[in-house]
């Protein structure tokens, strides 16, 4: 739990610097992911790994009002991201987040793994916004080969939903980020 808790720490810290790095003037823009511009791929970004990942601790659903919210749009939303991650992180630092079940896309999966998965979600779809924005997203060593291991577990269920392009080929001195996005059919190299 206490490695697992400081991978989210890390992650949430480079999401929250990432964001405050997002302009109005960008929310239009073209992303890695072709069916969002930054509008929409950042208000995915904020509710799911913010309020989503608050409210997996707490086994409570996102509330339905979240769902069309318009986060991007509001004035600071880069630090009320940022504000809100505090909270998730703060409900995970509780023991009982990490035990037992939640329940997540309509199965039941261990709390460590439905953290795992948001946690890929965060730093996933950071660097989306972060190539779509002109930013870097920057991962330690270790949080790479996590989410490496997290892409490479879930990746065939992501793509028969739809959630993963095909994989892109990547240089033999990837990073593990590298190839994690790669695995999840981004490619490293993206710019708008």
């Not at 919210?69 to 004035?75: L, Q, V």
């Not at 630090?79 to 039941?108: F, K, R, T």
Request: charged share 25%; proline share 5%.
């Amino acid at each position: 739990m206490n490695e697992l808790h400081s991978h989210m720490k890390e992650g949430a810290a480079e999401a929250a610097r990432v964001a405050r790095g997002v302009s109005a003037e960008q929310l239009s823009g073209a992303t890695p992911c072709k069916e969002f511009d930054v509008r929409t791929l950042v208000n995915h970004w904020v509710l799911y790994t913010s309020h989503g990942l608050e409210c997996r601790a707490q086994r409570r659903d996102i509330p339905e009002e979240l769902t069309e919210r318009d986060f991007a749009g509001e004035e600071g939303f880069a630090e009320a991201y940022a504000a809100q991650l505090d909270q998730a992180l703060a409900a995970w630092a509780e023991p009982a987040a990490w035990e037992g079940e939640i329940g997540i896309a309509g199965m039941e999966m261990a709390a460590p793994e439905v953290a795992k998965l948001i946690l890929k979600e965060m730093t996933v779809h950071g660097w989306d916004v972060a190539a779509a924005t002109g930013q870097e997203f920057r991962v330690s060593d270790a949080l790479g080969e996590l989410i490496l291991s997290v892409v490479e577990e879930h990746a065939p269920v992501y793509r028969q939903y739809d959630g993963f392009a095909e994989p892109v080929p990547v240089a033999g001195s990837a990073t593990a980020f590298e190839r994690a996005l790669a695995l999840s059919g981004r490619d490293p190299g993206w710019t708008p």
